[in-house]
C-alpha cells in the first residue's frame, strides 16, 4: 500500500466517523461506540479489499459482506454512502419512518447490503451458507462477516465456526471486533469470551490478531486470508470503541444512544480538524 | 375394512426432493443429523455434493440455508419439527422471514403420532409458531401424493416455505386422475350441508371416515383438506359456514394457535353465526406411547370426531 493510498483511507476513515456521527444525531439513537471501532474496517473493507461495484450491487460475482453486529448499520451505511451506493445526505434520515435505513442492516431496502441482521449470531451462520454456496455454484467471490466481541457470546456463533471448519470455508474471513465492551460493562466482566484467538485457533481456523485501526495491519491480514487454503480465516481486531472521538472514546455509555446537539457539534469538530490534518498532510 | 396402502408423509418428501434434484441443479439440502429420519437422506444418497449435515445445530442450519438462499441456491432444510420451529425460531424468522428468503423448511415426527419419544419430541406448537411469521406459507399434507405435489409446489414458489410432515404411515386416499394441488386452496372431499368437517395432516383421513359414520346415523358432512394453514383459504371457509352453520376443526396440533384458531378468526371476523369445535390437542404435552393409541386417547380419531360433531 503507497503512503498516498494508506492517506486516502485515513481521510475515508475520518468522512465515515463523521457519517455515523451524522445518523445516529439525527436519529437520536442507534450505536455510535461499535460503529466508530469498526470505522476503519468498514473503510478498508469497501475501498481496498472488497470486489464490488456501487452501480452494479447485484454482481454476482461481487464479494459478500454480512454485518453480523447489525447494530454497527451507521458505520456500514456511511462506508456504503461514501463508497457511492446511495445519497451521503441520505444518512441523516437514519431510523426515521420513512426512510430505507432502517436501525438495523435490511437487505431489500438498502443498495449493498448483502444480509438483512441485527439480531446477533445468526449473520455468520448466512455468511457460512453463503461461502458454501459460492462453492456448489463455483462463484469465486469470498465472503466476509463482522462480529463483536459480546456477539461471541452467543451458543450459535460457535456452531458456525465448527461448520466453517467441517467443510473447509477458505473462502471465508470472519472478523471479531474486539473493542471490549458491551451493554452492560466490558465484556469480560458480563461474560468473558476470552482467549478468542486461541478458542478459533482450537475451532480449526487460521487465525491473525490485529490492530483494528492499522491499515497496515489489514492489509497483511487479508492478503493471508487469501492465501490460506483449506480451513477458514478470522481476524481478531483490538480496537478502542467510540474511536475518533474524544469523549467516546472507551465509554460503555456510548455504545447505544445518539450524540446530543452539543456533543455533536464537540465530535464534528474534532472530525473536520483531523480530516483537515490528513488533507494537509 | 379394506386394506389401505399407508405411507409416512417424510418418506413422500424424500422421494419428490430426490426426483426434484435431478431436474434441478440449484437445490441443496441441510440436515441436523436426522438425515435418515428426515428423509433427506434420500437426496443425499443421489447427490451427496448437494447434501449437508450441519450436526446437532439447528439455528446454523436455518441461518445457513438463509444465507445459501441469498446466492440463488434452493435449499431444503429439515430436522424434527420440534427443533426445526422450536429451537431455531428466531433464526426463521429473522434471517429467513424477514428478508423473505427462499427456504423449505421440511420438518418431519411433528405431533402426537410420534409417539414412543414422547412430549419432547411431540411438537404440536409448529403451525402457531410459523403462523406468526409474516409471509411465511405453512402446510400440511395428508397423504402421499398430496406431500409430494406439495413439497414441488414449494420448489414452484419463491419464498419461505414451512412443510410439516408425519413420523408414521398415514393412508394414501388421494386416487383423482385430475388430482393436483395448489397452494392456500383448500378442497371439498366429501359433499355435505349438515356441518363441515374442516381438517388438515393425518386428520383428514379420521375426517373422511368420520363423514361416513355420520351418514350411516343421516348426517351429511362436508369434508374438508385445509392443507395450507397459511394463507388460509377463507372463501372456502366462510362458504362452508353459510352452507352448514356448524363447522368442527381437526388437526393433530395445539388447539392454541393452530387450524383452529385461523378458522374461528376467519369466521368471527366476517360476522358469521356458526356454532363451531375445535378438536386437536387440548393444551396439555403428550406423552410416550404407540402411535395408533396415542391419537386415540387424545381424541384425534374418526369416532372422537363422530362424537364432536353430533353433540354441537
Same mark, same amino acid.
Given at each position: 500500500?503507497?503512503?498516498?493510498?494508506?492517506?486516502?483511507?485515513?481521510?475515508?476513515?475520518?468522512? =465515515?466517523?463523521?457519517?455515523?456521527?451524522?445518523?445516529?444525531?439525527?436519529?437520536?439513537?442507534?450505536?455510535?461506540?461499535?460503529?466508530?471501532?469498526?470505522?476503519?474496517?468498514?473503510?478498508?473493507?469497501?475501498?481496498?479489499?472488497?470486489? =464490488?461495484?456501487?452501480?452494479?450491487?447485484?454482481?454476482?460475482?461481487?464479494?459478500?459482506?454480512?454485518?453480523?453486529?447489525?447494530?454497527?448499520?451507521?458505520?456500514?451505511?456511511?462506508?456504503?454512502?461514501?463508497?457511492?451506493?446511495?445519497?451521503?445526505?441520505?444518512?441523516?434520515?437514519?431510523?426515521?419512518?420513512?426512510?430505507?435505513?432502517?436501525?438495523?442492516?435490511?437487505?431489500?431496502?438498502?443498495?449493498?447490503?448483502?444480509?438483512?441482521?441485527?439480531?446477533?449470531?445468526?449473520?455468520?451462520?448466512?455468511?457460512?451458507?453463503?461461502?458454501?454456496?459460492?462453492?456448489?455454484?463455483?462463484?469465486?467471490?469470498?465472503?466476509?462477516?463482522?462480529?463483536?466481541?459480546?456477539?461471541?457470546?452467543?451458543?450459535?456463533?460457535?456452531?458456525?465456526?465448527?461448520?466453517?471448519?467441517?467443510?473447509?470455508?477458505?473462502?471465508?474471513? =470472519?472478523?471479531?471486533?474486539?473493542?471490549?465492551?458491551? &451493554?452492560?460493562?466490558?465484556?469480560?466482566?458480563?461474560?468473558?469470551?476470552?482467549?478468542?484467538?486461541?478458542?478459533?485457533?482450537?475451532?480449526?481456523?487460521?487465525?491473525?490478531? &490485529?490492530?483494528?485501526?492499522?491499515?497496515?495491519?489489514?492489509?497483511?491480514?487479508?492478503?493471508?486470508?487469501?492465501?490460506?487454503?483449506?480451513?477458514?480465516?478470522?481476524?481478531?481486531?483490538?480496537?478502542?470503541?467510540?474511536?475518533?472521538?474524544?469523549?467516546?472514546?472507551?465509554? =460503555?455509555?456510548?455504545?447505544?444512544?445518539?450524540?446530543?446537539?452539543?456533543?455533536?457539534?464537540?465530535?464534528?469538530?474534532?472530525?473536520?480538524?483531523?480530516?483537515?490534518?490528513?488533507?494537509?498532510? | 375394512?379394506?386394506?389401505?396402502?399407508?405411507?409416512?408423509?417424510?418418506?413422500?418428501?424424500?422421494?419428490?426432493?430426490?426426483?426434484?434434484?435431478?431436474?434441478?441443479?440449484?437445490?441443496?439440502?441441510?440436515?441436523?443429523?436426522?438425515?435418515?429420519?428426515?428423509?433427506?437422506?434420500?437426496?443425499?444418497?443421489?447427490?451427496?455434493?448437494?447434501?449437508?449435515?450441519?450436526?446437532?445445530?439447528?439455528?446454523?442450519?436455518?441461518?445457513?440455508?438463509?444465507?445459501?438462499?441469498?446466492?440463488?441456491?434452493?435449499?431444503?432444510?429439515?430436522?424434527?419439527?420440534?427443533?426445526?420451529?422450536?429451537?431455531?425460531?428466531?433464526?426463521?424468522?429473522?434471517?429467513?422471514?424477514?428478508?423473505?428468503?427462499?427456504?423449505?423448511?421440511?420438518?418431519?415426527?411433528?405431533?402426537?403420532?410420534?409417539?414412543?419419544?414422547?412430549?419432547?419430541?411431540?411438537?404440536?406448537?409448529?403451525?402457531?409458531?410459523?403462523?406468526?411469521?409474516?409471509?411465511?406459507?405453512?402446510?400440511?399434507?395428508?397423504?402421499?401424493?398430496?406431500?409430494?405435489?406439495?413439497?414441488?409446489?414449494?420448489?414452484?414458489?419463491?419464498?419461505?416455505?414451512?412443510?410439516?410432515?408425519?413420523?408414521?404411515?398415514?393412508?394414501?386416499?388421494?386416487?383423482?386422475?385430475?388430482?393436483?394441488?395448489?397452494?392456500?386452496?383448500?378442497?371439498?372431499?366429501?359433499?355435505?350441508?349438515?356441518?363441515?368437517?374442516?381438517?388438515?395432516?393425518?386428520?383428514?383421513?379420521?375426517?373422511?371416515?368420520?363423514?361416513?359414520?355420520?351418514?350411516?346415523?343421516?348426517?351429511?358432512?362436508?369434508?374438508?383438506?385445509?392443507?395450507?394453514?397459511?394463507?388460509?383459504?377463507?372463501?372456502?371457509?366462510?362458504?362452508?359456514?353459510?352452507?352448514?352453520?356448524?363447522?368442527?376443526?381437526?388437526?393433530?396440533?395445539?388447539?392454541?394457535?393452530?387450524?383452529?384458531?385461523?378458522?374461528?378468526?376467519?369466521?368471527?371476523?366476517?360476522?358469521?353465526?356458526?356454532?363451531?369445535?375445535?378438536?386437536?390437542?387440548?393444551?396439555?404435552?403428550?406423552?410416550?406411547?404407540?402411535?395408533?393409541?396415542?391419537?386415540?386417547?387424545?381424541?384425534?380419531?374418526?369416532?372422537?370426531?363422530?362424537?364432536?360433531?353430533?353433540?354441537?
Amino acid at each position: 500500500m503507497t503512503a498516498s493510498e494508506k492517506k486516502q483511507l485515513a481521510i475515508n476513515a475520518c468522512k =465515515v466517523r463523521m457519517g455515523i456521527i451524522e445518523g445516529t444525531h439525527a436519529a437520536k439513537s442507534g450505536h455510535p461506540g461499535g460503529s466508530m471501532s469498526a470505522a476503519d474496517l468498514f473503510t478498508y473493507l469497501y475501498f481496498k479489499e472488497l470486489n =464490488v461495484d456501487p452501480a452494479n450491487p447485484k454482481m454476482p460475482e461481487r464479494d459478500r459482506f454480512v454485518l453480523s453486529k447489525g447494530h454497527t448499520a451507521p458505520g456500514l451505511y456511511a462506508a456504503l454512502a461514501l463508497r457511492g451506493f446511495f445519497p451521503w445526505e441520505d444518512l441523516k434520515t437514519l431510523r426515521h419512518i420513512d426512510s430505507y435505513l432502517q436501525g438495523h442492516p435490511n437487505m431489500d431496502m438498502v443498495p449493498g447490503v448483502d444480509m438483512s441482521t441485527g439480531s446477533l449470531g445468526q449473520g455468520i451462520s448466512v455468511a457460512a451458507g453463503m461461502a458454501l454456496a459460492a462453492r456448489v455454484q463455483g462463484n469465486p467471490c469470498r465472503v466476509y462477516t463482522l462480529l463483536g466481541d459480546g456477539e461471541i457470546e452467543e451458543g450459535e456463533v460457535w456452531e458456525a465456526l465448527m461448520f466453517a471448519h467441517h467443510y473447509k470455508l477458505d473462502n471465508l474471513c =470472519v472478523i471479531i471486533d474486539n473493542n471490549g465492551l458491551q &451493554i452492560d460493562g466490558p465484556i469480560d466482566q458480563v461474560m468473558s469470551p476470552y482467549p478468542i484467538a486461541e478458542k478459533l485457533v482450537a475451532f480449526g481456523f487460521e487465525t491473525a490478531e &490485529i490492530d483494528g485501526h492499522s491499515f497496515d495491519h489489514m492489509e497483511a491480514a487479508f492478503a493471508k486470508a487469501r492465501e490460506t487454503k483449506g480451513r477458514p480465516f478470522a481476524i481478531v481486531m483490538k480496537t478502542t470503541k467510540g474511536k475518533g472521538v474524544s469523549f467516546m472514546e472507551d465509554q =460503555v455509555g456510548w455504545h447505544g444512544k445518539g450524540p446530543n446537539d452539543a456533543e455533536y457539534e464537540q465530535a464534528m469538530a474534532e472530525l473536520n480538524q483531523k480530516l483537515a490534518e490528513l488533507e494537509a498532510m | 375394512m379394506s386394506e389401505v396402502k399407508k405411507i409416512a408423509t417424510r418418506e413422500s418428501y424424500g422421494n419428490a426432493l430426490k426426483e426434484l434434484g435431478a431436474i434441478h441443479p440449484e437445490i441443496v439440502a441441510f440436515d441436523a443429523d436426522l438425515a435418515d429420519s428426515t428423509k433427506t437422506g434420500m437426496f443425499r444418497r443421489e447427490f451427496p455434493d448437494r447434501h449437508f449435515n450441519c450436526g446437532i445445530a439447528e439455528a446454523n442450519m436455518m441461518a445457513v440455508a438463509a444465507g445459501a438462499a441469498t446466492m440463488g441456491l434452493v435449499p431444503f432444510a429439515s430436522s424434527f419439527a420440534m427443533f426445526a420451529s422450536g429451537r431455531a425460531y428466531e433464526q426463521i424468522r429473522n434471517s429467513i422471514g424477514y428478508p423473505r428468503l427462499n427456504v423449505k423448511i421440511c420438518a418431519s415426527h411433528a405431533g402426537i403420532s410420534v409417539g414412543e419419544d414422547g412430549a419432547s419430541h411431540q411438537c404440536c406448537e409448529d403451525f402457531a409458531l410459523m403462523r406468526s411469521i409474516p409471509g411465511m406459507v405453512v402446510m400440511c399434507p395428508a397423504d402421499d401424493v398430496e406431500a409430494r405435489a406439495m413439497v414441488k409446489a414449494a420448489y414452484a414458489y419463491n419464498g419461505p416455505v414451512y412443510i410439516r410432515l408425519g413420523r408414521s404411515p398415514v393412508p394414501v386416499f388421494e386416487h383423482r386422475p385430475d388430482y393436483s394441488f395448489t397452494i392456500g386452496k383448500g378442497e371439498v372431499l366429501v359433499e355435505g350441508d349438515d356441518v363441515a368437517i374442516i381438517a388438515t395432516g393425518l386428520m383428514v383421513y379420521e375426517a373422511m371416515e368420520a363423514a361416513k359414520l355420520l351418514a350411516e346415523q343421516g348426517v351429511h358432512a362436508r369434508v374438508i383438506n385445509m392443507a395450507t394453514i397459511k394463507p388460509l383459504d377463507e372463501e372456502l371457509v366462510l362458504k362452508a359456514a353459510r352452507e352448514c352453520g356448524r363447522i368442527v376443526t381437526c388437526e393433530e396440533h395445539s388447539i392454541v394457535g393452530g387450524l383452529g384458531e385461523a378458522v374461528c378468526t376467519t369466521i368471527a371476523e366476517a360476522g358469521l353465526a356458526c356454532r363451531l369445535k375445535r378438536i386437536g390437542v387440548n393444551d396439555v404435552f403428550g406423552h410416550s406411547g404407540p402411535a395408533a393409541a396415542l391419537l386415540k386417547e387424545f381424541g384425534l380419531s374418526a369416532e372422537h370426531i363422530t362424537e364432536v360433531v353430533l353433540s354441537l
